[in-house]
């Protein structure tokens, strides 16, 4: 599956999704460069793409409030949410991405409590910024998680560095998230770029 997240201009949505992606992201964390805005309206996409609302240390009641207003499919936990939360959210049949920040340090263990009330885990990489950080990380570091929960790659991915996907062999890996490693300025993405990333990902890997 492919995710274009961090969508935040009217047009730029609409063309991105004529390329139907899977998954579109946005962002309703006001700090982030990607922030979509107090005032956003949500553009007419395809039913086939899975709107995902993307938050950081968020309360409930305001993520549901968002997931409301802009008929979610999923909302993507981007912080340091307790699994109290999750647990919380989910008594609103809520689907559920959570995310880790990856660096050599980040202890897997850490991700268990959370199995039962996530749908997906996104691991990301660690930097001064909630995601969006264009960088990758070590994925090889991936080989410490257990596999119980499928998870989405993100951190920086571009046409460059998804030629290295073979190191995830025998994973659960379930899609790519993208980002900042397709855009032109933040929230703006360069449709080639992401054209170009989806026709690999089909030659190469989603139809293997």
């Not at 309703?28 to 993307?54: A, C, E, L, Q, W």
């Not at 991405?97 to 996530?118: G, L, N, S, T, V």
Request: charged content about 20%; glycine content about 6%; overall charge negative.
């Amino acid at each position: 599956m492919v995710k274009i997240c961090g969508m935040k201009d009217p047009a730029n949505i609409v063309e991105v999704a004529r390329l139907s992606p899977n998954w579109m992201g946005f962002i309703f964390y006001g700090k982030s460069p990607r922030f979509v805005g107090n005032d956003f309206v949500m553009p007419v996409i395809p039913h086939t793409i899975d709107k995902v609302g993307v938050f950081v240390n968020e309360t409930s009641s305001e993520i549901l409030r968002f997931s409301e207003k802009h008929s979610l499919s999923f909302i993507q936990l981007h912080g340091d949410e307790s699994v109290q939360q999750l647990i919380e959210l989910k008594k609103y049949n809520l689907k559920i991405i959570k995310a880790f920040r990856i660096d050599a340090e980040f202890d897997f263990d850490f991700a268990i409590d959370y199995q039962p009330h996530a749908d997906y885990f996104l691991f990301d990489t660690k930097g001064k910024n909630y995601g969006g950080n264009n960088a990758s990380f070590d994925w090889t570091l991936l080989k410490k998680y257990n596999q119980k929960v499928p998870f989405l790659l993100s951190g920086g991915l571009n046409s460059n560095n998804l030629t290295n996907v073979s190191e995830l062999e025998d994973m659960n890996c379930a899609g790519f998230d993208f980002n900042s490693g397709v855009e032109h300025s933040p929230g703006i993405k360069n449709l080639k770029s992401v054209k170009d990333i989806m026709n690999y990902l089909e030659a190469s890997i989603l139809n293997s």
